[in-house]
Every structure is written in structure tokens, then in C-alpha cells.
């Protein structure tokens, strides 16, 4: 299976290195020079994961992952030379699944690319087995393997597909503590270094979603040294 590929990336040398190293992986890349552009291309083709830059004329990277985010449920991973953490934040928070910043390896891109790709698509097959026919409770969280919902108390809470995989890999073991690396390979298939500062990002955009405090957290626990878990039913307590 040939992956499609978008790369909104208004620097024709970074397209032009990028689409070098992944084509000679047998992906099919489809560059865009804009922010609209990108859309137009988003709305007709068939792409199974963008790499957007920020700094895009016409229509910036944040406005095209909101954009992408509301209709698409690819991956999304941001390539910018924008460094400040709160930029990476907001980027997560609008629903990219990584984000990379310049400079940066085109192998290591290259590789957090095939991980996403390897865990979306396997993620979309699986959900259709056997394994994944009934729902997950813990508290008053519902999952719903089948149709990608999480619920509490029947309100639907909206995930990204990072988010829901983090969470349902949690759910699945309620108790089990989970180590930052064995999270990534989970949910991406690789860990990479300064992973973790993401890594906080999203078990905090989590705990946003689904706490009645998200400084008091009841269902998502860090362990210090080692890494996350979530709680299990037995144990909650408001």
C-alpha cells in the first residue's frame, strides 16, 4: 500500500529534501507551497498523513491543523522552526499528533512519519477485530473501541488520534503503570529523544478532558520516576 503524504512547506529546498528521503521509502508525496493550497489538496485527494510548517502564507499551519482536525482524522505532525513551548502546546492542542522543530534530521523525520503511519493504519485495522467488540469503563469514562468515542456520563469528549491512543492504552490496564518510552512505542512505535516534554503535554491536554480538576487529577496518576497509569475503578474517589 502506497501512503500519500502531504507537505505544506512553503521552503521548496526543505519539500524538495524531504520528498528525497521519503520516496525512496515508497511514499507518495503531494507538496504545497500555501496554506490553502494545502486545503484544496486536503479536500481532493486522499492523504493519509500532512507534515505542515507554521510560518505558510495565505494560511498558517495553526489554521490548517484546526482546519484539517475538524473534517480529517489523519495524522498531523508540524515541522517549524518555531521552538517556544508554547507554540508546540498550542499546535498539539489543535490536534497535530507530533511536533518537529528546524533544524531538524530528515531521518528522524522520516521515521516519526512511518510511526504514525504504522500506528494509524494498524490502529483503523485492528478496530474492526474481535479484540475491540466491547466497551472499556473505568469511573464514570466510557470507551468506545468501535467508534474512536470516549464518554463521561454520556457527554462525548473529543479526542485527537494521539489522545485517544494514550488513553486506550491506558484503560485497557487500569493500574498498570506505563514508563514515558513504553507510551511513545505504543502509541508512535519509537521514542525519541525530548520526547517527554510532549509527552506532558498531552497527558495534560488529557487531564483537561477529563477531570472535574485537572490539578487534583482522579483518574489519570503520575508515578514520579517512572510514568503514568490510570487509576483503577476500585480506587476513585471524588
Known amino acids: 500500500m502506497k501512503f500519500k503524504v502531504l507537505i505544506a512547506e512553503d521552503e521548496k529546498d526543505i519539500v524538495d529534501l524531504l520528498k528525497l528521503f521519503l520516496e525512496k521509502e515508497n511514499l507518495e508525496i503531494i507538496p504545497a507551497y500555501n496554506g490553502e493550497d494545502a486545503w484544496s489538496i486536503m479536500e481532493s485527494n486522499k492523504i493519509d498523513l500532512a507534515v505542515l510548517d507554521i510560518m505558510?502564507?495565505?494560511?498558517?499551519?495553526?489554521?490548517?491543523?484546526?482546519?484539517?482536525?475538524?473534517?480529517?482524522?489523519?495524522?498531523?505532525?508540524?515541522?517549524?522552526?518555531?521552538?517556544?513551548?508554547s507554540d508546540k502546546i498550542l499546535g498539539l492542542d489543535l490536534g497535530a499528533d507530533d511536533y518537529i522543530t528546524k533544524p531538524f534530521n530528515p531521518l528522524e523525520v522520516l521515521a516519526r512519519i512511518k510511526s504514525q503511519l504504522r500506528?494509524?493504519?494498524?490502529?483503523?485495522?485492528?478496530?474492526?477485530?474481535?479484540?475491540?467488540?466491547?466497551?472499556?469503563?473505568?469511573?464514570?469514562?466510557?470507551?468506545?473501541?468501535?467508534?474512536?468515542?470516549l464518554t463521561k456520563n454520556d457527554t462525548e469528549i473529543i479526542l485527537t488520534p494521539t489522545e485517544f491512543k494514550i488513553?486506550?492504552?491506558?484503560?485497557?490496564?487500569?493500574?498498570?503503570?506505563?514508563?514515558?518510552?513504553?507510551?511513545?512505542?505504543?502509541?508512535?512505535?519509537?521514542y525519541f529523544y525530548g520526547d517527554d516534554n510532549t509527552l506532558m503535554v498531552y497527558i495534560s491536554k488529557l487531564r483537561e478532558k477529563i477531570e472535574d480538576n485537572p490539578k487534583k487529577p482522579i483518574y489519570i496518576k503520575t508515578v514520579r520516576g517512572l510514568g503514568y497509569k490510570i487509576e483503577k475503578e476500585s480506587n476513585i474517589t471524588k
Not at 489523519?74 to 518555531?82: E, G, T, V, W
Request: net charge positive; glycine share 8%; hydrophobic share 35%.
Open 56 to 85: 505558510m502564507p495565505k494560511l498558517n499551519g495553526f489554521e490548517l491543523t484546526k482546519k484539517i482536525r475538524s473534517k480529517y482524522s489523519i495524522p498531523i505532525i508540524i515541522l517549524s522552526a518555531k521552538q517556544m513551548d
Open 167 to 190: 488513553i486506550h492504552l491506558l484503560m485497557k490496564s487500569p493500574g498498570r503503570v506505563y514508563t514515558k518510552s513504553q507510551i511513545f512505542e505504543n502509541i508512535r512505535g519509537d
Open 119 to 149: 500506528r494509524s493504519y494498524n490502529l483503523n485495522i485492528n478496530l474492526g477485530g474481535k479484540d475491540f467488540d466491547n466497551n472499556i469503563k473505568v469511573g464514570e469514562l466510557l470507551l468506545d473501541q468501535n467508534s474512536f468515542k
